[in-house]
């Protein structure tokens, strides 16, 4: 029985599915169907049921994962405690929207390397959603996230600061005749949104308790392509005000000024409860407090 094979058990049941989980290794797919028909001829039993394509865990499976899981934080432990210094070194794993990415995170990045040249940091960019799998089958360290405060029983979270969030449009969309905006003025309207799974789920609930339908959702997962199809007029979007600062001083897009119901968005520091606060990832916590928490400047 090998760490890898755990690290892959425990990541496939975890994000459900075997595709998914490649993708949160780096792993081919068939590297990861491997690694877990190793698992299950060691132990002599099932540990998924594959039903097409769809796996569940099996009754072996469900209680294989606790002690697999255990068995991964243990071994991390260890590897990190042997060397004995309370420097900050190794690899530090963090998952981020696009959104902190481009705007939160270079000032905290480049302070936490100034400051810490041994630690090799790996940054994983996704749908804020996302991080909660990484977190439980510790692929990840910790993660920064976007979103209204969460609160989920193995998560402990860390409010760093409010982002103020603005729907935009280019100057002379149709929309603009509307500003200032309340949730019925979105009716009909073509909107250009992030994946589910961060703040796009905020503006969408506001919309549903009112009842209001709006026109065609373009969904992408770039910031920068969304900036750039709104700023061509094909539609409204909602996003960090951090993120269009630069759009909105030029001109190319236009705070449509919204007077409905408070987003609510704060940016938080996610890990999981039972983390094991390495100096690495205690000296990114603090540093973070120190940057993001007063507005990003380090």
């Keep these: 029985m090998e760490i890898r094979q755990l690290r892959a058990f425990a990541t496939v049941a975890q994000s459900g599915g075997f595709s998914r989980a490649a993708g949160l290794l780096d792993y081919a797919q068939s590297s990861v169907s491997a690694q877990i028909q190793l698992l299950e001829d060691e132990l002599g039993t099932r540990l998924f049921e594959r039903l097409g394509r769809k796996i569940a865990l099996t009754e072996d499976g469900a209680r294989f994962l606790a002690y697999a899981v255990q068995i991964l934080k243990l071994a991390e432990e260890a590897a990190r405690v042997v060397p004995g210094s309370a420097l900050p070194r190794g690899t530090l794993r963090i998952g981020a929207p696009e959104s902190l990415c481009i705007s939160r995170l270079p000032a905290l990045l480049q302070a936490y390397r100034q400051r810490y040249p041994d630690v090799e940091l790996v940054i994983r960019m996704g749908a804020c959603a996302d991080f909660t799998a990484g977190l439980a089958n510790n692929t990840l360290d910790l993660a920064f996230i976007i979103n209204r405060e969460v609160a989920l029983p193995m998560l402990e979270t860390e409010v760093l600061v409010a982002e103020p969030m603005v729907l935009v449009a280019a100057p002379g969309h149709p929309i603009t005749r509307k500003a200032p905006l309340w949730p019925p003025d979105l009716a009909g309207e073509a909107l250009i949104l992030t994946e589910t799974g961060c703040y796009r789920d905020v503006l969408e609930r506001i919309l549903a ?71 690495a990832l205690t000296a990114m916590a603090d540093l973070a407090r120190e940057t993001v928490g007063h507005g990003g400047q380090p």
């Design 209 to 279: 308790e009112d009842g209001i339908q709006p026109g065609p959702v373009m969904e992408l997962g770039s910031i920068e392509a969304i900036r750039q199809l709104v700023t061509r007029g094909l539609g409204t979007t909602l996003l960090p005000r951090i993120v269009v600062e630069d759009e909105l001083a030029a001109g190319r897009l236009v705070d449509l000024g919204w007077e409905g119901p408070d987003f609510r968005v704060v940016t938080q520091l996610v890990r999981h409860k039972d983390k094991w606060l390495s100096p």
